[in-house]
């Protein structure tokens, strides 16, 4: 699934390997395709409405589900994108009442509501290794509750997150991540995506860490996504404050 602008991920970490000579393969997987768990480093599933969500489920929750929840356990990185990570909990209700099988990556369930939370994310990170303000952009109307086999990627300064209530946004299992954040989410955000390419290369190699990039525009993107939130006045102090 791939819904607003999700694929810039791919193409973010692709080229940030590139620029450090990384070499790296990128294979589609679509409805009926084998996954082999011991082939890739790091997976990938955007967003897609709950129609697009309800095409996938049953293949998602057969042996694609096995095979992924295997290569998470041996180590392998994901990011998964708001219905891409719906699915990849214990469950998806929809607001239709569609009951929609997930994999059980994630120790999460969503239930569809009947307002959407959209709008401009800003998000204290929780994740190791990636402190600051992640930026992004959500459109859902799923509610996601966090069971206590995984945490939170972070706090939401401004926004809804996992489900307007408990402060949440996000959550991490081993090397595998769920989070609501459209926009696309890696191009503004050069340290998380930078956190996935360690965790991938690490699978298969040792690494103590990356050669730095020259993040100018990267960062020009995440302040100018920041000062769209910042024009919202109820938000600028809370922004301040983290
Ligand atoms: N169907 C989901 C919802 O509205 C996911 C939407 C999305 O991926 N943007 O909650």
Redesign the pocket.
């Known amino acids: ?1 791939n ?2 602008g999700d694929r810039g991920n791919i193409i973010t970490l692709l080229q940030r390997c590139r620029w450090r000579g990384f070499g790296v393969r990128v294979t589609p997987v679509s409805i009926g395709d084998g996954l082999d768990p011991g082939e890739h480093d790091f997976y990938f599933i955007g ?4 129609r697009e ?1 309800i095409l996938v489920c049953d293949d998602l929750s057969r042996e694609k589900g096995d095979a992924l929840r295997e290569a998470i356990e041996e180590g392998a990185a994901l990011l998964s ?4 990570y ?1 699915l990849l909990g214990n469950h998806f209700l ?1 607001y239709t009442g569609e009951d929609l099988p997930g994999i059980g990556l994630f120790d999460v369930r ?1 239930v ?1 509501g009947d307002t ?1 939370f959209i709008g401009n994310v800003a998000v204290a990170s929780e994740l190791a290794g990636v402190d600051g303000v992640l930026v992004g952009f959500e ?4 509610r996601t509750q966090l069971g206590s086999g995984c945490r939170p990627l972070g706090r939401v300064i401004k926004g809804y997150g996992n489900n307007g209530e408990d402060g949440w946004e996000g959550c991490v299992y081993r090397n595998a991540v769920g989070t609501y954040l ?1 926009g696309s989410l890696l191009p503004k955000n050069p340290r998380l995506a930078d956190w996935f390419i360690l965790r991938a290369l690490r699978r298969r190699h040792e690494l103590a860490g990356l050669a730095p990039l020259d993040d100018s525009l990267e960062e020009e993107a995440h302040r100018a996504a920041l000062d769209l939130i910042m024009r919202e006045k109820r938000w600028r102090r809370r922004l301040r404050r983290s």
């Open positions: 699934m819904i607003y967003g897609g409405q709950d969500q994108i708001c219905g891409g719906q929809t969503t569809g959407r459109n859902h109307s799923g459209h």
